[in-house]
């Protein structure tokens, strides 16, 4: 399933949220700028959120006008969380393209990263909606707080899984939470609809990362842009690891790669080894699914329409997605 074959409801209205975006890579008098805005807002990218934030409005007074900078602003915050996760991790490049860090250099990075998070904000204030300006507010500093939570917990491996769950939910799954709770906001939908909606995003992002994390292992290096195994040689525990962790207490190559804090190849290679050759992939794509299902029955509660049917292929896609 190609995911942009799922967003019909809103299709048309997603070319005018990649109008926005292409609009805002040209700064007047800071070519520097408008090049690295054109280089990271190109790289591709599915557009999940701003098609769920837009697919949620449409459970209520569904306005473009307001709907289409939402959306955007939720797709310029995402891709400025990369920019900074991409300096943070040293990373080269991110779906088979350099990265702005690679490209440029770290402070200037840094700087985009902040140029894209201010302008995010000016594209939500558009709505003219405090509430949902707060939401966006607390949404930045749920993800801060992942990410910090990440880097803090580095090479860590006195980790369990409610810790990573707390995490993705922070880094990952609040800005699907948003980006549905968003669009049902503007909409006007009814304290119930929003409700619905925000569990849907949320439920949807954990398993979005969960399987994000599963193909850390087994994923298309190629497809993914990025080597297997990449998170552990970053010092980041996820849930296959865990598992491995909870099931070889003692004789465990990840607590080797950690101890250094300067993972060896060799050290990851057999974790990875490991990993494959159990049921620990099975056991999180379990979970994945379970979060899926939350999600699922939680839309179960709304009207059955086009909009519901686009968010549940999305739900599918997500669990089946292998890149």
Do not use: W
């Not at 090479?155 to 990573?164: K, L, N, V």
């Amino acid at each position: 399933m190609k995911v942009a074959s799922i967003y019909g409801p809103v299709a048309d209205d997603l070319l005018l949220v990649e109008d926005a975006l292409d609009r805002i890579k040209h700064v007047e008098n800071i070519p520097l700028l408008s090049k690295m805005l054109g280089h990271v807002l190109a790289g591709g990218g599915k557009r999940i959120r701003p098609a769920i934030a837009l697919l949620a409005g449409k459970f209520g007074d569904y306005n473009p006008e307001l709907h289409v900078p939402l959306a955007a602003s939720i797709e310029l915050l995402h891709t400025a969380t990369l920019v900074h996760d991409d300096v943070i991790d040293a990373s080269p490049s991110r779906r088979g393209r350099p990265t702005a860090n690679e490209l440029f250099n770290n402070s200037a990075s840094v700087m985009l990263g902040d140029y894209m998070f201010a302008h995010s904000a000016e594209l939500i204030s558009r709505t003219e909606n405090t509430k949902v300006v707060r939401l966006f507010a607390y949404t930045i500093m749920a993800i801060a707080g992942g990410e910090l939570h990440q880097d803090m917990s580095a090479y860590e491996y006195g980790q369990d899984t409610m810790s990573y769950f707390g995490r993705i939910e922070g880094k990952t799954a609040s800005l699907f939470a948003t980006s549905a709770e968003g669009g049902a906001m503007v909409a006007r939908c009814t304290a119930a609809e929003r409700e619905a909606l925000r569990t849907y995003g949320l439920n949807v992002g954990m398993a979005f990362q969960v399987v994000d994390d599963i193909l850390d292992f087994a994923g298309d290096e190629q497809e993914m842009g990025k080597p297997i195994g990449s998170d552990l040689m970053q010092g980041t525990l996820t849930l296959p690891s865990l598992i491995l962790m909870e099931r070889h207490p003692k004789d465990n190559p990840i607590k080797k790669a950690f101890r250094t804090r300067k993972p060896k190849t060799e050290h990851v290679a057999e974790a990875v080894y490991m990993v494959l050759n159990s049921d620990i992939l099975n056991e999180s794509y379990n979970v994945a699914r379970d979060f899926r299902d939350r999600a699922l029955t939680a839309l179960r509660t709304l009207p059955d329409s086009p909009a519901r049917a686009a968010l549940e292929d999305i739900g599918e896609y997500v669990l089946d997605r292998r890149a």
